[in-house]
């Protein structure tokens, strides 16, 4: 089975870093092991809305984004994981989600279909914010629905948490760790 992870989050043992550590160390209990792409790291340029991707579903811009199309459309599990910027996903994370028009021109012009592999595919969202307003997971949530449905994942968990603001608070979650952890093992049941 094959698995990837989005970490979103530019802060290294951050809140969402940790809480996606935790989701991988479940799934690497099964014997899987996850492909992480940090995004912050990347260099993805935003989608310019050239229209070059919608008569043949390819981006004609080459950058860090290309190793990520191959991960994706491969890809039997996806973990996105991303903190609340400004009531929504981060800019890390959306640049690459914008991108991935590619894929919905694909999808919804060409009606090509977008296979999924022997075990399906499913999704796991990840989503931690500072401030207790439920907006910013209600903006990011239908973000990623409309990532994961685009590139094929017909349904995801999702875990979120706010008040979480100080870098490591949620190793003070009384149950945010175990819960990543539990999902990452339940993702790759068949
Ligand atoms: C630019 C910026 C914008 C933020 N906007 C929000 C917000 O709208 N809502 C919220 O709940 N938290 C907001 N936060 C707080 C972060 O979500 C919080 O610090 C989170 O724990 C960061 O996760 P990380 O440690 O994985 O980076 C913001 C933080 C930054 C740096």
Redesign the pocket.
């Known amino acids: 089975m094959k698995i990837i992870a989005f970490l979103g ?3 290294e043992e ?4 940790l809480l996606l550590r935790e989701a991988i160390r479940g799934v690497e209990e099964s014997g899987s092991t996850v492909q992480l792409f940090r995004l912050n790291d990347m260099s993805i340029m935003p989608c310019q809305n050239c229209g070059g991707c919608d008569e043949t579903g390819v981006c004609i811009y080459s950058d860090d984004m290309s190793p990520i199309y191959d991960a994706i459309r491969d890809a039997d599990r996806i973990i996105l994981a991303s ?5 929504h996903v981060s800019a890390q994370s959306k640049a690459m989600i914008d991108r991935c028009q590619a894929f919905w021109c694909e999808k919804y012009l060409l009606k090509k279909t977008f296979p999924g592999g022997e075990y399906g595919r499913k999704g796991l969202l990840l989503l ?4 207790k ?1 439920e907006i ?1 997971i209600q903006c990011a949530e239908a973000t990623a629905k409309a990532f994961f449905r685009t590139i094929s994942v017909p349904e995801h968990k999702t875990l979120s948490y ?1 008040g ?2 100080a ?1 490591g ?1 949620i190793l003070n979650h009384p149950t945010a760790l175990k819960e990543a952890y539990e999902a990452g093992k339940e993702l790759v049941k068949v």
């Open positions: 989050s530019p802060r951050g809140n969402t870093d903190p609340i910027f400004f009531f931690v914010g500072g401030m307003k910013g706010l979480i603001d870098k608070a």
